[in-house]
């Protein structure tokens, strides 16, 4: 299906593991973001990418890990989860990164005890 | 200081009437000016962007930019409860990087 989709949509892991949230558009936009949706912060960008193998930080990158291998994909990876990146983590696109918006993914709720 | 300063609400309308939602932001360069609609549990989706000072409608919608007074104004004419969501203004500046969300306007719509 055309669109932008994320999985998975709810995970649960333990403190201390290792934990992958993925990401896959099929529009091949150039531009895609990780972020991040708590109460009291709205969203925070994670990182950002503007094309296959071109990854930056955002504004709350620390503990987190991207790639970009191939345009469609990108993922995000918790290399030791902590409970406070316990949240709802949405992925993004867009064609221009500016004036064109961003068209968000389903979102993935993490849940670390 | 936020870069993108909205009142957190709820705003309680009447169905039928019109909501208005406002935002300010803090960077008058400022060029790329967005309204996402996100329901409970769901994620943002676009409805509303504007570059220009002024008006622009959509349908029930309305984006209003001034960017000497530096705010955007969202104008939903003809409420629903469906409208019933939390409104996300966004504002861009020059780059991809700086794509600033503000926390949200939660909106009811009663019947």
């Known amino acids: 299906d055309a669109g932008i989709t994320q999985s998975p949509r709810y995970k649960i892991t333990e403190t201390g593991r290792q934990v992958t949230l993925m990401c896959h558009q099929t529009?091949?936009?150039?531009?895609m973001f990780w972020y991040r949706q708590d109460l009291g912060h709205g969203l925070r960008l994670i990182y950002y990418?503007?094309?296959?193998?071109?990854?930056d930080k955002g504004e709350v990158p620390d503990g987190y890990v991207v790639s970009r291998s191939k345009t469609e994909n990108f993922p995000l990876t918790l290399e030791s989860a902590t409970r406070s990146q316990t949240s709802v983590y949405f992925c993004?696109?867009?064609?221009?990164?500016?004036?064109?918006?961003?068209?968000f993914g389903s979102g993935t709720r993490l849940t670390v005890v | 200081q936020k870069e993108v300063e909205q009142n957190s609400g709820p705003l309680s309308v009447p169905e039928g009437a019109i909501a208005s939602l406002n935002c300010t932001y803090s960077?008058?360069?400022?060029?790329?000016f967005f309204w996402y609609r996100q329901y409970s549990g769901k994620s943002p989706e676009l409805i509303m962007s504007i570059y220009s000072n002024g008006d622009k409608e959509d349908g029930r919608f309305t984006a209003q930019l001034n960017k000497a007074s530096q705010y955007v104004s969202l104008l939903i004419r003809d409420s629903q409860p469906s409208d019933s969501a939390t409104y996300l203004c966004a504002v861009v500046k020059y780059n991809f990087n700086k794509f600033y969300f503000g926390s949200g306007t939660k909106l009811n719509v009663k019947p």
């Open positions: 993004a696109s867009s064609r221009t990164g500016d004036t064109d918006g961003y068209t």
């Open positions: 529009w091949s936009h150039s531009y």
């Open positions: 960077d008058r360069g400022s060029q790329s």
């Open positions: 990418s503007a094309a296959a193998d071109i990854t």
